[in-house]
């Protein structure tokens, strides 16, 4: 009678570590495999989600693009879309056609077209598009590094956020807010930073200090300026040089964390009220300035959102949120539901809704009575993380929540929601990629594991070989 030979305790561990690594990297594997769009890289990832109430107006989206080390990927290209009430394509226009390799701020202007900003490695690139036909009716360069926001002034200026001017020669930042005469060519004024900040904040002096990402005009000479990296919103007056208005304090994430896009709106008591992307803390969020102290009067999608980058206030009292990392842009009512939800990758930047205004142009919460925090529902669920299925990062911060390693899982989710989508490919979701990088893991230590057990062997090999070249 045969026999089985004994499994030694090596091959048993061997065929074991092959069974996690092929169970870990199976999911990656089936959906590189899986049918994909076979759109054009100019559309694949442009989709409908949720449209339960059509809107007036197109809606235009700036979808900012991924680049590295001036290599584009055609999977996250930096495009405008236009996208009609329906939810659907209308049209879209190439970061190329612009030179951009990234699209920033779009402003909808009185005349119909639009205001686009795009950047590439030489600078910034600042265009009037004419809507109908996506022919530029003038274009502006500038040799500031990675503008994101551009406004255009009642008189034509330009008012622009100029981040990430850093003095090589006097170690210095140089970041402004600026006005830029079309006209004469020249800066007519300009606000400077350092001037007005203690030069220890945020750590000092860096090549991107202030990472000042929005101004808008708000008043007569009062524009509404975005230091991102001081997470805060101040209001500049242009005729005292000073500042009116600041909302949030420089790490103080309980009020705002790497804000974008924040908008001024007045109540009917007319109390100033700022809402914002607050884009690290996963959320939006609106305060009001009562008493000569700023409250919270509202939140929405708090944990739900994924680095969201914009959010109008709509004449209909909805909230028009640019939800980033989610790839998507959504219509959400006072109270957190979905109305109207829009998929665009590759990490959309601005929308605007035509018709509507440039950034907000509605009431406060205050005023609709509507205060508090509130979730998100209603998604079509199109993209892991924006219906019921939780990304591998919300999983890991959910299952720690409450406990001793409640504050590490928490860090580790940041970290790895903000790191991992520009490095994973399109089609594979976040469970995934996870499973893959494990799988990875597994497969260094694996050979770290085989390199120690035939570490004497190794060395025999060597010495062998190092007396066979002696002896030659």
Same mark, same amino acid.
């Given at each position: 009678? @045969? ?130 036909? %996506? ?40 970041? %402004? ?61 242009? $005729? ?7 909302? #949030? ?42 008493? #000569? ?87 079509? #669920? ?19 929540? #409450? ?20 490095? %994973?490919?399109?089609?594979?979701? $976040? ?34 070989? @190092? ?6």
């Amino acid at each position: 009678m @045969a026999t089985s030979l004994p499994v030694s305790r090596r091959t048993a561990a061997r065929a074991l570590a092959a069974l996690v690594v092929v169970g870990l990297f199976a999911p990656a594997a089936a959906q590189a495999l899986a049918p994909g769009d076979t759109g054009t890289p100019g559309t694949v990832g442009l989709e409908a989600g949720t449209i339960d109430e059509e809107p007036n107006g197109s809606t235009v989206v700036a979808i900012q693009g991924f680049h590295f080390q001036g290599q584009g990927n055609q999977k996250k290209p930096a495009r405008l879309v236009q996208v009609h009430p329906n939810g659907s394509t209308d049209w879209v226009y190439d970061g190329s056609n612009q030179d951009a390799f990234w699209f920033y701020d779009v402003d909808p202007l009185e005349n119909g077209n639009l205001l686009v900003v795009g950047t590439n490695p030489d600078g910034t690139t600042v265009a009037e598009l004419d809507r109908e036909t %996506r022919e530029p009716v003038w274009t502006e360069r500038f040799d500031f590094t990675d503008t994101h926001d551009v406004e255009m002034l009642p008189n034509g200026d330009l008012l622009i956020a100029n981040m990430r001017e850093w003095n090589e020669s006097a170690q210095r930042s140089d970041d %402004r807010i600026l006005v830029y005469n079309r006209s004469t060519e020249q800066i007519d004024w300009e606000w400077t930073f350092r001037d007005h900040y203690p030069n220890s904040t945020d750590g000092g002096f860096n090549e991107d200090w202030t990472h000042v990402n929005d101004v808008d005009r708000i008043g007569e000479g009062q524009y509404l300026v975005s230091p991102r990296n001081f997470d805060q919103a101040i209001v500049v007056n242009r $005729s005292t040089d000073e500042i009116d208005y600041r909302l #949030g304090e420089d790490d103080n994430y309980d009020i705002m964390h790497e804000q974008h896009n924040p908008d001024w709106l007045v109540s009917e008591e007319g109390n100033p009220t700022i809402l914002v992307a607050d884009s690290e803390n996963d959320r939006v969020v609106e305060y009001e300035r009562r008493d #000569g102290e700023w409250v919270e009067t509202w939140e929405v999608g708090t944990g739900q959102l994924d680095w969201p980058r914009d959010a109008d206030r709509l004449p209909n009292g909805n909230t028009l949120i640019t939800d980033s990392l989610n790839h998507r842009v959504i219509e959400v009512t006072p109270r957190g539901e979905i109305v109207w939800e829009y998929y665009a990758t590759w990490g959309p930047y601005d929308a605007e809704r035509i018709g509507t205004g440039a950034e907000s142009n509605g009431p406060t919460m205050t005023d609709q009575g509507v205060t508090g925090s509130y979730q998100i529902y209603g998604s079509a #669920g199109l993209i892991e993380g924006t219906g019921d299925t939780l990304t591998f990062a919300a999983a890991v911060q959910n299952t720690f929540a #409450g406990t001793v390693l409640g504050g590490p899982a928490r860090a580790f989710a940041n970290t790895w929601s903000g790191v991992t989508p520009w490095i %994973r490919p399109v089609w594979m979701g $976040s469970w995934a990629f996870a499973g893959a990088v494990a799988g990875l893991l597994v497969l260094v230590g694996w050979a770290v594991g085989e390199l120690v057990t035939a570490r004497a062997a190794i060395r025999r090999g060597a010495r062998k070989a @190092a007396r066979d070249v002696r002896s030659r």
